[in-house]
């Protein structure tokens, strides 16, 4: 009989909080792909010790993925890690960290992780590489072709009617309006970038351009539609810290009326919830959070071009008094 070793392509590293997920893909990357994943489930046998087990794949296998989902890296996990990377340095072995579906837009990986490639199982953009092509990629070397979504263009034009891609968000828009690119950077957490293009959008709606001064009857007619995908975007993408909806809730729950009249004490108090008042003092737009760490409600902001109190009296205001919302 031969004493031969099953040879492995990649060793599955994972908190056991996202086995479930983890075994999916090792079953993809099995059965698809013709890759052979070494993950402990299936290749530790009962009775025996697992240690040794471990320093044998890794002074052997060929490369690491690294799994983060929501509850993040495991303790077991990480000293894994710290051991592939000290081996896979001097093999010249890649470790791959990998964003899971349910991984938080802003992942706590350790520093050495950081300066790595990414797989983002997250990503849903126009033009891309899906995240099993890019993982493959990843563990052997050859390069997936980009692949193109393709948009029908009954979906970009000016109908009024539901407009869903294969994300699943409605994308709807009672002015023609295409919600996609606001979509991919709220998807991807760039906070930054999804506030400018929130700005650029709210212009569009009401006819305006770049740097326009907005007139406070157009935003009071605001376009209904538009203005829930805007919310719904900003709620969904960022598991319900951000949006208009959220900040006109606070607004509410401080003493502003569902009205269109300006309270300027209910203002102040919304402000100071989310973030954009600090020591009764409005910020400036180079102080507001980009981050899924700011305040609930802080996002988006809508600053540019406008003093913060003299934003919140116009365009917050006009567009949180809306009763659509």
């Known amino acids: 009989m031969s004493d031969a070793q099953p040879q492995f392509d990649v060793f599955l590293c994972h908190n056991s909080e996202d086995k479930e997920a983890v075994i999916k893909i090792a079953e993809q990357l099995k059965d ?74 802003q992942p706590q990986l350790p520093i050495f992780l950081k300066g790595m490639t990414w797989v983002d199982f997250r990503e849903q ?52 309006l295409n919600y996609t690119k606001l979509r991919d950077l709220l998807a991807a957490g760039k906070w930054k970038e999804a506030d400018y293009k929130t700005y650029l959008v709210v212009l569009q709606a009401v006819g305006r351009k770049e740097n326009d001064w907005i007139k406070d009857k157009e935003l009071l007619n ?33 003493g502003g009326k569902p009205d269109d009249k300006y309270d300027q004490e209910a203002w102040k108090k919304l402000g100071d919830r989310v973030g954009w008042r600090v020591k009764e003092n409005w910020i400036s737009y180079e102080m507001i959070t980009f981050n899924i760490t700011a305040p609930k409600g802080h996002l988006p902001s809508l600053g540019f071009g406008y003093g913060y109190e003299c934003f919140f009296s116009r365009i917050g205001w006009s567009l949180l008094s809306h009763r659509d919302l």
């Open 32 to 105: 698809e792909h013709n890759i052979e994943p070494w993950l402990d489930d299936w290749e530790l046998r009962p009775g025996f010790p697992w240690q040794p087990e471990l320093e044998r794949q890794i002074a052997h296998i060929k490369s690491a993925a690294v799994f983060v989902g929501k509850s993040g890296i495991g303790p077991w996990q990480s000293q894994e890690i710290y051991s592939f990377l000290s081996e896979f340095h001097r093999r010249q072995c890649p470790v791959i960290p990998v964003l899971l579906s349910d991984a938080p837009q």
């Open 125 to 176: 953009t126009r033009v891309y590489t899906p995240a099993m092509d890019k993982l493959i990629w990843g563990i052997t070397g050859i390069k997936p072709k980009t692949r193109v979504k393709v948009i029908p263009q009954n979906q970009t034009q000016n109908t009024g009617q539901n407009k869903t891609d294969d994300s699943g968000d409605d994308l709807k828009s009672e002015k023609g």
């Open 222 to 254: 605001f376009p209904c539609t538009d203005l829930r995908t805007i919310d719904q975007l900003w709620v969904k993408y960022s598991n319900g810290r951000f949006g208009f909806s959220i900040q006109k809730k606070i607004y509410l729950s401080v």
